[in-house]
């Protein structure tokens, strides 16, 4: 079993399909304890015992045609992957593909940062994205990757119908061969002076395009 902690993400996974076998709350338990229990100061005042996080199976996520699906390219810090599959979830993707090597995988720091939208949203864990790309790509789905040298914007391209967005690391942006794998890259344009937007703010970028345009072709 695992604990968690936060108001937020203990009241989700309540509500969600993992089992909680224990809450912890002050004033019963002191905030000192609750702070050694989990490592942290963020607790709110709130841990709790839930079963281990469940991954689903990254060709299960290709049957669902039409749908939405965010890819995060070897992202290890957590707050990242957290902050991404918050937008996600809100933003009604399909599900998230994490690499199970050399990326961050669903902690309570993760559920912490998606304030418990893990508990609604299905991750998947995969051995080699650019292989799930093509397994996409043979499914049906357009692929778009997010890279800083990329001449379309994502308001020109289409996002609607079975789309794969990726993202690359922040400090490297997208493998050469995950690049290679997708149909299309865009940029987000930045005339700030900053040299470019945090990964799980430039996602919340193409998610919410990508949900904007679907809405306004249903609207027609």
């Given amino acids: 079993m695992e604990l968690i902690y936060g108001r937020r993400p203990v009241a989700e ?3 969600g399909p993992r089992r909680v076998h224990r809450i912890w709350r002050t004033p019963d338990t002191s905030a000192e304890a609750l702070t050694e229990m989990v490592g942290s100061p963020d ?3 709130v841990v709790a015992e839930v079963d281990p996080y469940r991954y689903t199976d990254g060709s299960g996520m290709l049957d669902r045609a039409g749908s939405l699906i965010m890819v995060l ?3 290890q810090d957590p707050r990242n992957l957290g902050a991404v599959c918050r937008s996600a979830e809100v933003a009604g993707a399909a599900g998230v593909v994490i690499p ?3 990326a961050a995988a669903v902690t309570a720091v993760v559920c912490k940062a998606s304030a418990g939208a893990v508990e609604h949203l299905e991750i998947a864990r995969v051995r080699n994205i650019a292989d799930w790309l093509k397994d996409a ?3 049906g789905f357009w692929i778009w990757g997010a890279a800083g040298e990329a001449k379309a914007s994502p308001w020109e391209v289409d996002l609607t119908g079975s789309t794969v967005l990726v993202m690359g690391t ?3 942006g997208l493998r050469p061969r995950v690049a290679q794998a997708c149909d299309g890259l865009v940029a987000i344009p930045q005339p700030g002076r900053i ?3 945090n990964v799980s703010a430039a996602a919340s970028v193409l998610l919410f395009e990508s949900l904007r345009q679907r809405l306004t ?3 027609k």
């Fill in 13 to 15: 996974a309540e509500r």
């Fill in 195 to 197: 040299d470019s937007l």
């Fill in 170 to 172: 922040e400090e490297k």
């Fill in 137 to 139: 790509r043979d499914s």
């Fill in 43 to 45: 607790h709110q005042g």
């Fill in 100 to 102: 199970d090597r050399r």
């Fill in 217 to 219: 072709n249903a609207s």
């Fill in 73 to 75: 390219d070897q992202v």
